[in-house]
């Protein structure tokens, strides 16, 4: 059984940072990305970054510019977000979410497992 289990949301001032893991569990790491995602209340889900588990390899929304940075621990598996110079516009509910391909994707229908999501709240 696949289970994601995301950890690290909060509340921060802006500019400040969240750093958020995401701990996983039954899947094959030969074919496998890692991916974040959020969603703000009454809007669309949107991509924020994904990962390819074995190469490493990252990709990014393009709207991040460089605050963010997604990371894996292969001994833990763990995937990670580190969020700087947070903005208002950052507060969503941010999920991470597991696809059996190495190749990377910005699409939520191309994921098959989702944690539960954890609130980041950012204030001005």
């Known amino acids: 059984q696949v289970q994601l289990v995301e950890s690290g949301g909060g509340s921060v001032q802006t500019g400040g940072s969240l750093s958020l893991s995401c701990t996983w569990s039954?899947?094959?790491?030969?074919?496998?990305?890692m991916g974040w995602f959020r969603q703000a209340s009454g809007k669309e889900r949107e991509f924020v970054a994904a990962?390819?588990?074995?190469?490493?390899?990252?990709t990014y929304a393009s709207f991040l510019k460089g605050r963010f940075t997604i990371s894996r621990d292969i001994a833990k598996n763990t995937v990670y977000l580190q969020m700087n110079k947070l903005k208002p516009e950052d507060t969503a509910v941010y999920s991470c979410?597991?696809?059996?391909?190495?190749?990377?994707?910005?699409?939520?229908?191309?994921?098959?497992?989702w944690g539960p999501g954890t609130q980041v709240t950012v204030s001005s």
């Open positions: 979410a597991s696809r059996g391909s190495g190749r990377l994707s910005g699409q939520p229908g191309d994921y098959d497992y």
């Open positions: 990962i390819s588990w074995v190469s490493g390899t990252p």
């Open positions: 039954g899947r094959t790491v030969s074919s496998l990305s």
